[in-house]
T-cell receptor, first 114, second 113 residues
Framework: KAGVTQTPRYLIKTRGQQVTLSCSPI?????VSWYQQTPGQGLQFLFE???????NKGNFPGRFSGRQFSNSRSEMNVSTLELGDSALYLC?????????????FGSGTRLTVV | DQQVKQNSPSLSVQEGRISILNCDYT??????FLWYKKYPAEGPTFLIS?????DKNEDGRFTVFLNKSAKHLSLHIVPSQPGDSAVYFC????????????FGKGTRLHILP
């Protein structure tokens, strides 16, 4: 079966712009979580969506937002981009019953802010 | 406040020897621990996990040990192989709370020929 698909793979944006990243979970997975990976901070939790509702949120500013559609696909949006937002953004999907234990990660979107 | 800590950013081990990766945590409510492996340009892949009711879980060359009193877990890889060169993330979750995974910063393992 197809894995978790994240698009685009690479993105270069200018400070002040906004960006939208997309994540298509494994078929049948209804939970989607987003993480930010940076060299200094490792993997940091952004938010989790289940059945179009945000269930958990990490400690990120309001510039970071997301949503989930009825087909479980999820998008995350970052507005007013800052240089420090440059990172690998990872999406993970899981079956609801498995929760965090059943995470399958996508390959990520590498965002560079210049 | 970093709840999951991997204090060694990198580790080099000779091929065929044992690799030991360490992880400490501060939240005594964590009840499930996981190790993920990550290659460059790929997402992390699940390696092995352990519930807080156990102190050891083994899967082939990989064994995870949990010491709850010390809030410490370790991943043993034996024998180490070249394909084990990757970044290893320790992670923890609290099932009865929100179940989200908290990751450490990772340890880069280099297997030397």
């Amino acid at each position: 079966k197809a894995g978790v698909t994240q698009t685009p793979r690479y993105l270069i944006k200018t400070r002040g712009q906004q960006v939208t990243l997309s994540c298509s979970p494994i078929s049948g997975h209804r939970s989607v979580s987003w993480y930010q990976q940076t060299p200094g901070q490792g993997l940091q939790f952004l938010f989790e969506y289940f059945s179009e509702t945000q269930r958990n949120k990490g400690n990120f500013p309001g510039r970071f937002s997301g949503r989930q559609f009825s087909n479980s696909r999820s998008e995350m949006n970052v507005s007013t981009l800052e240089l420090g937002d440059s990172a690998l953004y990872l999406c993970a999907s899981s079956l609801e019953a498995q929760g965090a234990r059943g995470y399958t990660f996508g390959s990520g979107t590498r965002l560079t802010v210049v | 406040d970093q709840q999951v800590k991997q204090n060694s950013p990198s580790l080099s081990v000779q091929e065929g020897r044992i690799s030991i990766l360490n992880c400490d945590y501060t939240n005594s409510m964590f009840d499930y621990f996981l190790w993920y492996k990550k290659y460059p340009a790929e997402g992390p892949t699940f390696l092995i996990s352990i519930s807080s009711i156990k102190d050891k879980n083994e899967d082939g060359r990989f064994t995870v040990f949990l010491n709850k009193s010390a809030k410490h877990l370790s991943l043993h890889i034996v024998p180490s192989q070249p394909g084990d060169s990757a970044v290893y993330f320790c992670a923890a979750s609290e099932m009865n709370r929100d179940d989200k995974i908290i990751f450490g910063k990772g340890t880069r393992l280099h297997i030397l020929p």
